[in-house]
């Protein structure tokens, strides 16, 4: 009976230890979840990449259709960069691919590198906004002192929905000097 | 051990082994469960400390006592340490003590694991309270935690980390305790539907806590990761999202806020239908509005993030998921009122505190229900109205029902009656303190003061003033109830084995106190 007993609480204890582990498990599935959620519905102001020949496949250009794109770059507390976009802000058509520069400028005596992360508002529209080329694919390195003009190139896409007539894109700019992994 | 052994397999009831070695080693479920409640009491009085500390730099506006860095760890501990101090391990020890005597068992299933996951908390929070005295101070960025904030912290960073796995780990295998004893260790007749309702609320809360601890396991060590070893979970520069923080955190803390009430619900339950003198009103709708209750925070838990920027389906959503936790909620408050109904009522300091538990978790169930509509949040969030809010429903509900729950087995458990007059006297100071304490906040908070800050504009001085003359009565008031509890494990009137006239259950057919293993003979449940 007590042995019998003892057997049984050690296979619930062994059961329910799985399900510990697992949800230790599902704590991090999470991670990956989340980010293919924020894709799937723009959530979280997310921007896309495409490449420049299957824009072109892809995209039908709407020529009566203007939308207005505002750059903005903001960089992060204790990031020391001075960074502006060349154009304030453009109209475009959607389904044709623009290009713009931003210009970075690091006026600190030391080589640094830099990271930008692009969010667009509002959300509904960031799924709609993709880049071809873009300076946030790579970790920007600018010596101490050093200016530079950084690309962009950009397509929106022309299923953008019809009430959406201004999209603001924004960078942040990080100082990841002490390296970090380089993201698009 | 070999003589331990040989007593245990001859069914003789024997004593405790002697002094200290008796605590440490013990595999004892009263022993264990009076070990949690004890901590618990030790860490309510420190964070009640801290609290104090809170409400004596709030007295007037302006800087007074301390500086701000050091009220922000305050606030950070003090919630760190009533949570994981006192609640969790007051209701573990809760557990401990009642649910093998309310089944009919002679101990909880897994002994030594109960040893280790009782002395494994005293190390967690020595090391969470040696934090004040490192480099850059005790962690000061808020209990829930947030990146990139709390990545700012100095020294302590890694121990609060650790402190809080060994807490998850602590409350991780007292649940499986508690999960195993249930489902293996009842009386024969004990069907699942005659459990006492706080053996019920007990088992869905473990399943709760083996959910989302975990969770919060990872949650931190993703953190930890970030702030050494070069991921970038939370790190925007990384690729990485602060607000995904929030989104794992609060997939455990909101299933959390129910694992701190849940056993109250079972408690009151067993307390109401004894003083009334009727058996409880909808036993089994009070199980299944306690499933629903479980079931329904595991999808709400983005109402404390309604600020962050979320699309308009999603703050309906979490909106109206959130109000529908009022429905079986709602359940219970209305059973615990129609048991009252026409009931033979007495009102001894356990029903006094289980009522006072009712009307005051309702207050702060209904403030629960302002905050849950997401565009009045935005004026709530992050304010003295949200501070009220869950003090109504940890203070005067979980901590409201620890104390019910003291008074009412205390006598069972120590074989002496406390004194009825001190502890009336501890009810009504404790009940008018707490509103003068909690209420003005809700007054401060619609105001638009901001919640974890040391310092305030003058329009919110009254109240704050108000609010810590209330604190500090009531801090001062729960020394009485120290002084009751031990005044009654020395000695006071001998109590009988059935204690209270209308009480129902197993336990109370137990001498009081009750012998050293409970029922070594299954009882018989008709």
Known sequence: ?184 | MSTAAATHDEHHDHGPAKGLMRWITTTNHKDIGSLYLLFALLMFFIGGAMAMVIRAELFQPGMQLVQPEFFNSMTTVHALVMIFGAVMPAFTGLANWLIPMMIGAPDMALPRLNNFSFWILPFAFTMLLLTFFMDGGAPAGGWTLYPPLVLQLGEAFPFMIFAIHLMGISSIMGSINVIVTILNMRAPGMTLMKMPLFVWTWLITAYLLIATMPVLAGAVTMLLTDKFAGTSFFSAAGGGDPVMFQHIFWFFGHPEVYILILPAFGVVSAIVPTFARKPLFGYSSMVYATASIAFLSFIVWAHHMFTVGMPVVGELFFMYATMMIAVPTGVKVFNWVSTMWKGSMTFETPMLFAIGFIFMFTIGGFSGLMLAIAPADFQYHDTYFVVAHFHYVLVTGAIYSIMAATYYWLPKWTGNMYNETLGKWHFWISTISVNVLFFPQHFLGLAGMPRRIPDYSVQFADWNMVSSIGGFVFGASQLLFAFIVFKTIRGGEKASSQVWEGAKGLEWTLSSPPPYHSFTQAPEVK
Not at chain 1, 10 to 19: P, Q, T
Request: hydrophobic share 45%.
């Open chain 1, 1 to 184: 009976m007590a042995d019998s007993r003892h057997k049984a609480n050690l296979i619930s204890l062994a059961r329910i230890s799985v399900v510990v582990v697992a949800m230790f498990g599902f704590g991090y599935l999470l991670v990956p979840l989340y980010n293919v959620f924020c894709e799937i519905t723009g959530l979280n102001g997310k921007t896309g990449r495409v490449d420049e020949q299957a824009v072109a496949a892809r995209y039908h250009v709407d020529k009566d259709r203007f939308v207005t794109v505002q750059f903005v770059v903001n960089a992060n507390q204790g990031m020391p960069w001075d960074v502006r976009p060349a154009q304030r802000e453009v109209k475009v058509h959607p389904g044709e691919i623009y290009a713009t520069t931003f210009t970075a400028r690091n006026p600190t005596a030391r080589d640094m590198v830099g990271q930008a992360v692009p969010s667009v508002a509002p959300n509904v529209a960031s799924r709609y906004f993709n880049k071809t080329e873009c300076f946030c694919f790579t970790q920007q390195t600018l010596a101490a002192g050093e200016q530079k003009a950084m690309p962009l190139h950009f397509v929106v896409d022309p299923k953008l929905p019809k009430n959406v007539r201004t999209l603001t894109l924004a960078y942040t700019f990080f100082d990841v000097s002490e390296g970090a992994k380089a993201v698009n």
